[in-house]
């Protein structure tokens, strides 16, 4: 079973690229009304000049201006309601879809490869879903906001156009040289929103590293240490940041000057044609009104697009990490093969795995079985390789060469998820999720646990007191204000283990915070799981394990010897050099042991 460690040969991204065109497509009915009301307003707005203009001429003739009054300030109730209306639809559609996307980009990293998890960071990642997302959000906004800016535009110029064409002309050219003047900027701004949401995954990454160490830092008063690290990225952040607002801040104010520049245009030009006669007063304030309605919608247009440029940089970096391809499903089978009767549980033939950036083979070669039942052992110094092999066994991680053979079948032809379904695991950190006890106890079971088998389990491991004190007992939230110390994390987790459906059950040094007396017990949980499933224990205090039915000697990441214990005390110096070792630290002869 020849694999790649990174992406496995049939693996492909598990979600689509982010486009926004074909997401705002999802709904269609409430944007487009959204726009209608806006276009409503937009008309409101156009019809007020065009009643200032009446209430002027009705003045200089001497006329009631009672209906034009009347008609304006309908038209700007009317305006200001439609335009409320339609903000809220389009703020609604954005966050529809900001929450879909979050979900997408979510459900695709918690299917990513483990190691492309780990060289992402947690950081990075997190980024995706917290500051690219409000980045996205602003796309939906401003992606709405262009199109009703750009119609109010139209829209105005060709009702300035039918009131003076040469004042219409001349406020184009002015805001035509605003515009050539911003493209080569936004382009520029777009850069660096791509280097700021960067730096802020950075910053995320380290500081979430150091929170989770910070028993550690605080240990060895290493806060000074800790602390320039995070000002170093911090100032990295603060910098890019700087350079985006003095983008942010030229923008607007070569905006402004081009309005202003166009508005002395447009007096100049008009004071002129009114004293040579070919423009009345009436129509140079109507146009004036125009062009003041003009400007913030020119405006608009620009800043939207320094907007969007910083949308669509959120979105590049959220299409980057979907495009990375998820845990491959399956690489032979379509069927879920059944586990094969009487077949060893785990089976490695010349295995060899190098971790991504080592130097050196984590596994050389290496050859094992696990029977079908029963308790085998994984034995050796640290770094030899043994927990690798557990992760090798759940597909978290593929071999560089050598077959792997699960339950009669080779590893790459169970899909993905059936295969786990066989496999229950307790890593070294005894990993509990935010979630209830009743949650964290029925991770992967098929079928919803009893109250009274979830004490039954909790009573095996000596836990059902203390899960009795919690403030909901079964239903206590766990990862906040209320956690277990390290000892009931553990055993909750064998817990777990105990209530599974697994054929196979993998124990990553499961009994480094367990006394003596806990031992024993952990030894009564193993040897009621190895009765109908194999139970794999990677483990180092060789007192748990040496009753084992199967004790693989591992070193240098292969194999030194196996058999029983007895059989490897008689025939291994090896593992009766890592015997007195222990004997010697725990002070007491374990050859004897019962």
Known sequence: MKQKQSTPATGRPSAGRIRIRRELATAPAPLAFALLLAVAATGAALAVPLLVREVITDVTLGESITTAIVWMCAAAVGGALTQACAGFLIARVGEQMIYRLRNRIMAHTLRLPLATVRAQGTGHLTARV???ALQLRQVVDVGTQVPIAGLTVLLTLVVMIWVDWLLTLVTVLALAIVTVTLTTLLRRLRTNVMSQQNAIGRIAQRFTAHLDALTTIKTYRAEPLVSRALDS????????????????AVIPAITQLGNQFAIIAVIFTGAARIHSGDLSVADFAAFFLYLLQTIPSATTLTSSLGRIQAGLAARDRCNELLDIPGEAATSHAVDAPLPAPKAPSVAFSDVSFTHPGASSPALRGLSLTAPATGLTAIVGPSGAGKSTVL??????????RGDIRVLGHDAAAWPLD???????????????????????????????????ELHDALKAVDLSADIAALPQGLDTLLGRETDLSGGQ????????????????????????????INEQRF???????????????????????????????????????SGDHDTLMRRCSAYRELVATQTLRAGADLTTVA
């Open 233 to 248: 990225d911090a100032g990295d952040l603060r910098d890019e940041s700087l350079t985006g607002a003095r983008l942010q």
């Open 130 to 132: 917290t500051s690219d």
């Open 523 to 561: 030894r009564t949980v193993v040897d009621e799981l190895a009765k109908n499933r194999s139970v794999i224990v990677v483990a180092h205090r060789l007192s748990t394990v040496h009753h084992a039915h199967h004790v693989v000697l591992m070193e240098s990441g292969g194999v030194v010897d």
């Open 489 to 516: 994390r553990q055993r909750m987790a064998l817990a777990r283990a105990l209530l599974s459906d697994a054929d196979i059950v993998l124990l990553d040094e499961p009994t480094s915070q367990l006394d003596g």
């Open 418 to 452: 059936e295969l786990r379904s066989h496999i229950a695991f307790v890593d070294q950190k005894f990993t509990l999720l935010e979630a209830t006890v009743r949650e964290n106890l029925q991770l992967g079971r098929a079928t919803a646990a009893t109250d009274r």
């Open 391 to 400: 992760s090798l066994i759940g597909r978290f991680m593929h071999p560089d």
